[in-house]
């Protein structure tokens, strides 16, 4: 009788289906009324008192294999309709679409302008030293046009920080480029400047720079026409003189945006212009630290805000709604 229990055994151990139908007579020949497992346990009332305990334990033995193997069939056999039913080439669970942040939505805009008349993009480090970020833009020590852009120091001796501009960038590539020269430098800065809702201690910028032979003041006001005029929509620019000390003569470019709405008079202070960036003629003394030629070569230089651009152009009155990732800010830009 054990041997027959252990070749049952071996048959409950070794059996393997998917199939409800199979599985439900199973368990009725082996735990139905007039299944093995009750022939069993009738059978052992006969058995002589000094074999009914090792009959007990085999026939325990085989009631627990049983359970267990019901118990794996039947998982299996819901995972296979589970299997059967489901599109497995979908996503576990359903994925919310992002989109591109309005920075860099306004950043590529930007680029793709230039684009159009010629500029390339460069990029350079966010860490920088103080011959880059500084000096060899005509900003030597203890100049003061360094206190308007107060920054993060990581080192000292020599000095290692973050930079303060994208005007940094410019200097490298002159470093390693001969003129012709016309690219964009687009990225992130830092100043120490305390946040609100008008600034932040980290923003992005754009600058632009182009050296050539015989480049003049008029070029870079018809360069600046035409990117106001595709970004803007608006033509109307004007330049007031203003101070930079890496280029000389230096303005500030305004926009004529109109007062059509409270909005306008709001942002514009009831004047109608509003300033979106700074620009100028290299100075000579900048191109004479990298080795370029004054006297052969003349350029200009440009540099914008990217917060300040978007803000205006999407109606934004808090530049910390860029740097804090509320999705509610960012949902509205999905189909832009």
């Known amino acids: 009788m054990i041997e027959k229990i ?42 002589p008192n000094d074999q009914k305990k090792d009959f007990g334990q085999k026939i325990n033995s085989l009631k627990q294999a049983v359970n267990v193997k019901l118990e794996d069939l039947k998982n299996a056999s819901a995972s296979s309709v589970i299997l059967e039913k489901e599109d ?16 860099n939505l306004v950043k590529n ?43 993060f120091f990581i080192e000292q001796n020599p000095d290692i920080l973050l930079r303060t501009h994208t005007s940094s960038v410019q ?18 800065v830092f100043r120490n400047e305390a946040i609100s809702s008008r600034s932040h201690c980290i923003f992005h910028q754009i600058e632009g720079l ?33 101070f930079f000390p890496f280029t000389e003569p230096s303005a500030e470019i305004d926009v004529y945006w ?27 003394a900048v191109l004479k630290n990298v080795n370029i030629d004054s006297e052969k070569y003349s350029g200009y230089a440009f540099g914008m805000g990217i917060e300040r651009i978007t803000m205006l152009l999407y109606q934004m009155s808090d530049i910390r709604m860029f740097f804090e990732n509320d999705i509610r800010t960012l949902e509205q830009f999905k189909t832009l």
């Open 6 to 47: 252990e070749e049952l055994l071996v048959e409950v151990n070794g059996f393997n289906t998917t199939s409800k139908e199979e599985i439900e007579n199973f368990r009725i020949k082996y735990n139905g009324k007039k299944g093995v497992l009750n022939d069993f346990y009738e059978t052992l009332k006969e058995v």
């Open 88 to 103: 497995l080439t979908k996503p576990a669970f359903p994925l919310d679409l992002g989109s591109r942040h309005p920075i």
């Open 210 to 242: 182009y050296i050539d032979e015989n480049v003049s003041f008029a070029d870079l006001k018809q360069t600046i026409q035409f990117f106001t005029t595709e970004l803007f929509g608006k033509s109307k620019i004007r330049m007031r003189p203003s």
């Open 171 to 188: 200097i490298r590539y002159m470093e390693e480029n001969e003129p012709p020269i016309r690219i964009l430098s687009p990225g992130r």
């Open 109 to 151: 805009r930007i680029i793709e302008i230039f684009k159009s008349i010629g500029f390339a993009v460069a990029d350079g480090p966010e860490i920088e030293d103080d011959w880059h970020n500084f000096t060899a833009l005509n900003l030597p020590e203890y100049h003061p046009a360094r206190d308007m852009q107060d920054t």
């Open 258 to 284: 109109g007062l059509n709405s409270e909005t306008d008079y709001r942002i514009t202070k009831g004047t109608g212009w509003l300033e979106i960036m700074g620009c100028g003629m290299v100075d000579p």
